[in-house]
């Protein structure tokens, strides 16, 4: 198998919170990022698929068409966006890093066949990123 990555990056801003919970337990267990005034990020995402070279082409897949799907998929609906406010496949989710990830790959998955997709990496920070494999 040959693996293929490639990186995107779109800006956003969320309020990490529960609204089940009180203002002082958000913060208390979410910090700054519970910050009603919302908070954003620099977000990079790497998503890496696999899969055999196609034998007329080399590719394991044409990465204009890799990054095709993925802005339409999903980076024009995050990028510039409120994740809590603008983002139809974020509604009622916590807006965490870790759920954003799980939740792009429910979007991404089907629209990548013939090729599997292995992993996204999605960085918050240069220092802070979560991997999500699937539920493997």
């Not at 958000?26 to 009603?36: I, L």
């Not at 080399?58 to 609906?77: C, H, P, Q, S, T």
Request: aromatic share 12%; net charge neutral.
């Amino acid at each position: 198998m040959v693996f293929l990555t490639r990186r995107l990056h779109f800006n956003a801003a969320h309020r990490v919170y529960n609204p089940t919970w009180s203002d002082e337990q958000n913060e208390k267990v979410f910090g700054m990022c519970a910050n009603k005034n919302w908070h954003g990020h620099n977000y990079e995402l790497e998503i890496t698929v696999y899969g055999r070279p196609n034998t007329d082409t080399g590719f394991v897949m044409d990465l204009n068409d890799l990054k095709r799907i993925v802005r339409e998929a999903v980076i024009y609906k995050l990028d510039h966006k409120n994740l809590n406010l603008d983002v139809e496949f974020m509604k009622g989710i916590i807006p965490t890093t870790e759920n954003l990830v799980i939740a792009m790959w429910k979007e991404l998955h089907p629209k990548l066949l013939p090729v599997q997709l292995y992993s996204l990496k999605l960085y918050e920070t240069p220092r802070n990123f979560v991997e999500y494999r699937g539920d493997k």
